[in-house]
C-alpha cells in the first residue's frame, strides 16, 4: 500500500523561503504524478504543482508560477516543493499526493480535477506579513 509522507512546513515570514518534502513508499510501482495540492481555512483544494515521473515535466498554478520550483530524487523516492517569495496568500496546509495510475494528465493535476488516489496527511505553511 503505498504511503506519503510530507515534512518541512512552518512558520515564515513574507518574503521567506520554505521545502517541503514528500516521501513515497510502498508502491508497487512509480507512481506516473506526484504533486502538491494546498488547502486554506474556508477555501476549496487547490492543486499547487505535479511532476511527471517518466520525463520530468512539470505544471504549476498561475499563482505560483516563478516562485515554486517542483523536483523529484529517484534514488530517494522524493519530491520536493521549493517554495520562494512566499507570500501570506499561501498560507495551507500542504498535501503532497501520488497518481498510481497508467495514464498522465499533465495540467489536468493542478486544475481542480482529483486525478490522484493517494494523499499525504498535510504539513502546514503558514506565512506572516
Known amino acids: 500500500q503505498g504511503q506519503l509522507v510530507e515534512s518541512g512546513g512552518g512558520l515564515v515570514q513574507s518574503g521567506g523561503s520554505l521545502r517541503l518534502s514528500c516521501a513515497a513508499s510502498g508502491f508497487t510501482l512509480d507512481p506516473i504524478a506526484i504533486g502538491w495540492s494546498r488547502q486554506a481555512p474556508g477555501k476549496e483544494r487547490e492543486g499547487v504543482s505535479c511532476i511527471s515521473r517518466t520525463d520530468g515535466r512539470t505544471y504549476y498554478a498561475d499563482s505560483v508560477k516563478g516562485r515554486f520550483t517542483i523536483s523529484r530524487d529517484n534514488d530517494k523516492n522524493t519530491v520536493y516543493l521549493q517554495m520562494n517569495n512566499l507570500k501570506p496568500d499561501d498560507t495551507a496546509v500542504y498535501y503532497c499526493?501520488?497518481?498510481?495510475?497508467?495514464?498522465?494528465?499533465?495540467?489536468?493535476?493542478?486544475?481542480?480535477?482529483?486525478?490522484?488516489?493517494?494523499w499525504g496527511q498535510g504539513t502546514q505553511v503558514t506565512v506572516s506579513s
Open positions: 499526493a501520488a497518481d498510481s495510475g497508467m495514464t498522465w494528465y499533465g495540467s489536468a493535476y493542478v486544475l481542480g480535477e482529483n486525478k490522484y488516489d493517494y
